[in-house]
């Protein structure tokens, strides 16, 4: 049974980690669901660091209302790098954060979790090399496939993407299918 369809944002920028966006975004729009790329800017051609996928963003960080949204994806890469100095993205995160809206980070999208200073007293885990940081960010680093922690969800590399699947939809209130 489908509950209603959710509205996820994704937070990518260039470089990112192709499979944590493209296996994500197809499962959420598989199980039903409205996917939104937010990036800097909104028409912006996005590709991964590897090369395999591409995505043009909807819309730009600036002009998206975390209200609108039942969940962000943050993938990996260095697509977090690009947005951790944007005031807009760390703006979204912090309200999601406040309003308890799932927000599932993967290898080194929670160092946009720290950089919104959510970390503090939280369980999770990231790209392993990112512990130390993290830990000093007051988060407790769990070298596991995938960590919940109340409305944060987060993963370490691409092979724990289908945990990480999972544990999203699940969170989504739709079962995988």
Do not use: W
Not at 2 to 23: P, R, W
Not at 44 to 66: C, I, P, Q
Not at 87 to 96: D, L, P, T
Not at 123 to 150: M, S, W
């Amino acid at each position: 049974m489908m509950e209603h369809a959710k509205k996820v944002a994704f937070l990518l920028a260039h470089d990112f980690e192709d499979s944590e966006m493209k296996n994500p975004y197809e499962a959420i729009v598989k199980n039903g669901h409205e996917a939104v790329i937010i990036s800097l800017q909104k028409g912006m051609e996005l590709t991964g660091k590897h090369r395999t996928v591409s995505y043009t963003s909807h819309l730009a960080a600036e002009d998206a209302n975390a209200a609108d949204y039942d969940a962000v994806i943050i993938p990996g890469g260095e697509s977090p790098s690009h947005l951790i100095d944007n005031k807009s993205v760390i703006a979204f995160i912090k309200e999601m954060d406040k309003n308890h809206k799932v927000i599932a980070a993967i290898c080194h999208g929670p160092l946009l979790l720290e950089r919104a200073q959510l970390l503090e007293g939280r369980n999770i885990t990231a790209y392993p090399e990112l512990h130390e940081e993290l830990n000093d960010a007051g988060a407790r680093f769990i070298d596991k496939a995938v960590v919940v922690d109340e409305n944060l969800i987060t993963s370490r590399t691409p092979e724990d993407e289908p945990y990480f699947i999972e544990e999203t939809i699940k969170k989504l209130g739709v079962a995988a299918y």
